[in-house]
């Protein structure tokens, strides 16, 4: 049996508790299939710069750089808003992004029958909705230099290179043929050159998968495609900021931002993390949705460490629990019975 190492990074808020609850799920299919993890635990984020000053201390950059896969919480502090930039937690994650090269971010956003009235969106535009946000991760404006803000002027660079494009759009492009073989590209190549860029490397690209269709889309359009039309989308391809922006909205979609897993890919070990934030006004109450770390696990395995099988139980298990009318709080309906983060943890242990 080879074991597999998992560094875990609970992080901030209920990144903590959240973790503690798809570690309970994991345990579980790892006892069904005879499967063996070393999983240890690091600081990072907020926490990091309390108990050692640096959001992504050098220990945990060794531990990251070393594991077959990195499970992280969530980070964010409120108490260091005003903290110098390489204090922030939001730095470390991104130093960590760099550290482990994971440069494309898959995010899924599938419609649960079961949720379609927890959505704001009317039940008939969620009928069928079943896609993938490929967000590349790496580059844009998130890491462009020079940056700066002298309390008079402040500046980012948006940079991309033709081979960023590339390897992000392969992926988007590789996945759409295991699926309905759509790429929507979204850019906004009418203003900006990095997205001229953008376009014209998708096109290329776009021909080495002629079983695919491709389609371009200006960022403003696609926002409200989202939410008009988002049966339509299968594979949506986009650059950093704006897939940023762009998964976020679609999280409404399934009602929840609590629900919604995302893995960030790359060269080595994968980053696996549920894609809302550290939550501090809820953290230690036990009432998050761990939902979106449990389907985080199931990724980590799939994608992370090519263990299929599992994964597929995860989710299946999170389907039927939601089925059968578990809710947390955060997608409860009036008068529904609303389960504690252990006791939603409980219950898809249970059915695993």
Known sequence: MTTRSIAVLPGDGIGPE???AALRVLDAVAQQD???FEIAEYPMGGVAVHQHGDPFPAATREAVLKADAVLLGAVGDPSLDGAPRARKPETGLLALRAALGVYANLRPVAVHPALTAHSPLRPERLTGVDLVIFRELTGGLYY??????DGQAAVNTLRYTRAEVERIARLGFAAARG???????VDKANVLETSQLWRATVIEVAREFPDVQLEHIYVDYA???????????????????????LSDEAAVLVGSLGLLPSASLGAGAGLFEPIHG?????AGQDVANPI???????MLLRHGLGLPAPAA???AAVARALAGGARTRDIALPGETVLSTTGMTDCIVGLV
């Open 179 to 185: 699926r309905r073989k759509k790429v929507l590209s």
């Open 144 to 149: 462009g230099e020079p940056r700066g803000n």
């Open 223 to 245: 926002a409200m495609r989202l939410v008009s039309d988002p049966a339509s989308i299968d594979i949506l391809l986009t650059e950093n900021m704006f897939g940023d922006i």
């Open 34 to 36: 005879g499967l063996a």
């Open 313 to 315: 139980r995860i989710e």
């Open 18 to 20: 959240v973790t503690r």
């Open 278 to 282: 550290s939550a501090p006004t809820i």
């Open 292 to 298: 979106g770390t449990i389907l985080s696990v199931a």
